[in-house]
C-alpha cells in the first residue's frame, strides 16, 4: 500500500531556530501534498496544500513567511518553520495524494517542542 | 465550503458491543468523498472506511460499516464487536472531488471501549 515517511518524529529546539520537516512519498509520485497542525485534544487543521512544482497554497490565518513549504519533487514536500516560538510547539502531520486517488495517505506525524 | 461536525465528544462503550460515531457534513458540491480515520495515542491517523456521494450501497471494510444518509448529510460510523484496541480518537473527514480537494475534519470523537 502507499506509504508516507515523515521525519524527524519529534524535535525540540530553542526558541528562534527553524526546523525542518520532511515528508516522502515511498512507493507512489505524491502529485498533492496537505501539511496540517494539531494541538492536544483537537481536531487536526490545514495549514496549506502543495502540488509539485507550484507555490503553496495556504489557509487563512497561516502565516507563509513563517511556515515555508516547498514539494519540489512528486515524492518530497517540507515544511520550515523560521524562528520558531513556544507557540508553535504542536503536532504536525502530512499526507499525500496521487492524480485520482480518493485516499489520502497520512505521515506519522511530527512532535515539535519549542523551549 | 465544507464542514463537519462530530457531535460526540467522548463515548463509553463496553466490549464486545456494537457503537455508533455520529458525523454530519455541509456542502453545496454533489461530488465528494466521506472518510473515517482513527487516530491511537501515538499520533498517527489510520485510514478506515470511504464513502463516495455517489455510492448507492454503504461502505463496509471489515467491523466498519459506513451509515450513509445523502438526504440527512450524515454518515455515521457502525464499528460491530468493539475490542479494547479500538480506543482511539475517530475523526470524519470530508474531500471534495472538484476543486482544491483538501481533507477536512470533524472534532474528533473520543472513543473508550471498557473491558
Known amino acids: 500500500g502507499a506509504v508516507v515517511s515523515q521525519h524527524p518524529s519529534w524535535v525540540i529546539c530553542k526558541s528562534g531556530t527553524s526546523v525542518k520537516i520532511e515528508c516522502r512519498s515511498l512507493d507512489f509520485q505524491a502529485t498533492t501534498m496537505f501539511w496540517y497542525r494539531q494541538f492536544p485534544k483537537q481536531s487536526l487543521m490545514l495549514m496549506a496544500t502543495s502540488n509539485e512544482g507550484s507555490k503553496a497554497t495556504y489557509e487563512q490565518g497561516v502565516e507563509k513567511d513563517k511556515f515555508l513549504i516547498n514539494h519540489a519533487s512528486l515524492t518530497l514536500s517540507t515544511l520550515t518553520v523560521t524562528s520558531a516560538h513556544p507557540e508553535d510547539s504542536s503536532f504536525y502531520i502530512c499526507?499525500?495524494?496521487?492524480?485520482?486517488?480518493?485516499?489520502?495517505?497520512f505521515g506519522a506525524g511530527s512532535r515539535l517542542t519549542v523551549l | 465550503a465544507q464542514k463537519i461536525t462530530q457531535t460526540q465528544p467522548g463515548m463509553f462503550v463496553q466490549e464486545k458491543e456494537a457503537v455508533t460515531l455520529d458525523c454530519t457534513y455541509d456542502?453545496?458540491?454533489?461530488?465528494?468523498?466521506l472518510f473515517w480515520y482513527k487516530q491511537p495515542s501515538s499520533g498517527e491517523m489510520i485510514f478506515l472506511i470511504y464513502q463516495g456521494s455517489y455510492d448507492e450501497q454503504n461502505a463496509t471494510e471489515g467491523r466498519y460499516s459506513l451509515n450513509f444518509q445523502k438526504a440527512r448529510k450524515s454518515a455515521n460510523l457502525v464499528i460491530s464487536a468493539s475490542q479494547l484496541g479500538d480506543s482511539a480518537m475517530y475523526f470524519c473527514?470530508?474531500?471534495?472531488?472538484?476543486?482544491?480537494?483538501?481533507?477536512?475534519f470533524g472534532q474528533g470523537t473520543r472513543l473508550t471501549i471498557n473491558p
Open positions: 499526507s499525500a495524494s496521487w492524480w485520482g486517488a480518493n485516499v489520502l495517505t
Open positions: 473527514a470530508m474531500r471534495l472531488i472538484q476543486g482544491a480537494q483538501k481533507l477536512v
Open positions: 456542502t453545496s458540491d454533489q461530488s465528494y468523498g
